[in-house]
C-alpha cells in the first residue's frame, strides 16, 4: 500500500525550531516532487514548500522564504522540512504529499497537482 507520512510536529516558542519528516510507504520518492502543505482553522491550504526529486528544484512561498530549508534523504524515501525562526502564525497541521512523474525545473505549490497525501502533523507556536 502506498503511504506517506508526516513526523516531527510540536509545540514550539517562538524564534525556535523544528524539524518534519515525510516518509515514503510502499514506494520511493524517485520521480516524485513532494511537497508541504499547511492548514491553520479557518484559513485555506497554503503551499508551503516543494521539491522535485527529479533534479532538486525547490520552490518556498513568500512568508516561509529564508526560514524552512527542504531537503531530500539520501535513500529517496525521506523528504524532511526545517522550520526555523518560527512565528505564531505558522502554526498550523502541516500535511505532505507525493505528486507521481518527472519534474525538470518545477515543482507545484498546488494541492490538487498531488497524489499521495499524508496524514497530517500539527505544528503550534506559541508567542
Known amino acids: 500500500e502506498v503511504q506517506v507520512v508526516e513526523s516531527g510536529g510540536g509545540l514550539v516558542q517562538a524564534g525556535g525550531s523544528l524539524r518534519l519528516s515525510c516518509g515514503a510507504s510502499?514506494?520511493?520518492?524517485?520521480?516524485?516532487?513532494i511537497g508541504w502543505f499547511r492548514q491553520a482553522p479557518g484559513k485555506e491550504r497554503e503551499g508551503v514548500s516543494c521539491i522535485s526529486n527529479t533534479d532538486g528544484t525547490t520552490y518556498y512561498a513568500d512568508s516561509v522564504k529564508g526560514r524552512f530549508i527542504i531537503s531530500s534523504g539520501n535513500a529517496k524515501t525521506m523528504v524532511y522540512l526545517q522550520m526555523n525562526s518560527l512565528k505564531p502564525e505558522d502554526t498550523a497541521v502541516y500535511y505532505c504529499?507525493?505528486?507521481?512523474?518527472?519534474?525538470?525545473?518545477?515543482?507545484?505549490?498546488?494541492?490538487?497537482?498531488?497524489?499521495?497525501w499524508g496524514q497530517g502533523t500539527q505544528v503550534t507556536v506559541s508567542s
Open positions: 504529499a507525493a505528486a507521481k512523474g518527472p519534474s525538470w525545473g518545477y515543482c507545484s505549490a498546488r494541492g490538487y497537482e498531488y497524489d499521495y
Open positions: 510502499g514506494f520511493t520518492f524517485d520521480d516524485y516532487a
